[in-house]
C-alpha cells in the first residue's frame, strides 16, 4: 500500500494526488482518504473521502440559527416585533460573516462582521437582563453571544496576522 496514488475530485486542492492515509487541504476544508481499501466508503460519492469541517467553521452559522429561532418564538408567543427584527438582523449578519469567513480573501471582513454582530447582541441581551433581572431567556443567550464575542476576537487576531 506505500506507492499507491488516487486522484481525489478536488478541482482547488494544492495537490491533485494523495496517498491513501494522506490528507489534504484546500483552503476551506482538510479531506482525508481511508487507509484501508477494505473499509466500507465513509460517504457515498467517492470511495473513503471524507471532509473533516472544524466545529469552529459551523459556530456562526449556529449561532445565526440560535439568533433567528429565539426571535421567531418571540413573536410566536408574545408579538415582539422588535424580537422577531434582532432574529432576523442577527441571522442576516451571522450567514454574512460565515460565508465570508469561508474564503481567505474576505476571512478578515467576515470577522469583522461577525465581531460587532457579537459586540451588539452581548450588549443588548446584557442591558435586556440588567433591567428585566430575569434569567430566562436573556442569561443564556448572553453567555452564548458573550462566547461568540471571545471566538471571533481569537478568529480575527489570527486571520489579521500577517503569514
Known amino acids: 500500500m506505500s506507492s499507491l496514488a488516487l486522484t481525489l475530485p478536488i478541482p482547488s ?4 494526488h494523495a496517498k491513501l492515509g494522506a490528507a489534504l487541504y484546500d483552503g476551506r476544508r482538510n479531506w482525508s482518504v481511508s487507509t484501508k481499501l477494505w473499509e466500507k466508503p465513509r460517504t457515498r460519492r467517492g ?11 459551523l459556530a ?5 440559527a440560535l439568533l433567528l429561532g429565539g426571535g421567531l418564538f418571540a413573536y410566536s408567543k408574545s408579538g415582539s416585533k ?3 427584527f434582532g432574529g432576523l438582523t442577527g441571522s442576516v449578519l451571522m450567514a454574512s460573516a460565515y460565508f465570508l469567513m469561508k474564503e481567505p480573501e474576505t476571512r478578515a471582513l467576515g470577522d469583522a462582521i461577525g465581531l460587532g454582530s457579537a459586540l451588539l447582541f452581548s450588549s443588548i441581551f446584557g442591558l435586556r437582563l440588567a433591567s428585566t433581572r430575569k434569567p430566562v431567556p436573556a442569561g443564556p443567550l ?3 453571544s458573550i462566547g461568540m464575542l471571545a471566538f471571533f476576537v481569537m478568529a480575527y487576531m489570527q486571520d489579521s496576522l500577517p503569514a
Do not use: M
Request: charged share 15%.
Open 142 to 144: 448572553l453567555l452564548v
Open 13 to 16: 486542492a494544492t495537490a491533485k
Open 47 to 57: 470511495f473513503g473521502l471524507c471532509c473533516k469541517a472544524e466545529l469552529s467553521e
Open 60 to 64: 456562526p452559522a449556529a449561532y445565526g
Open 82 to 84: 422588535g424580537s422577531l
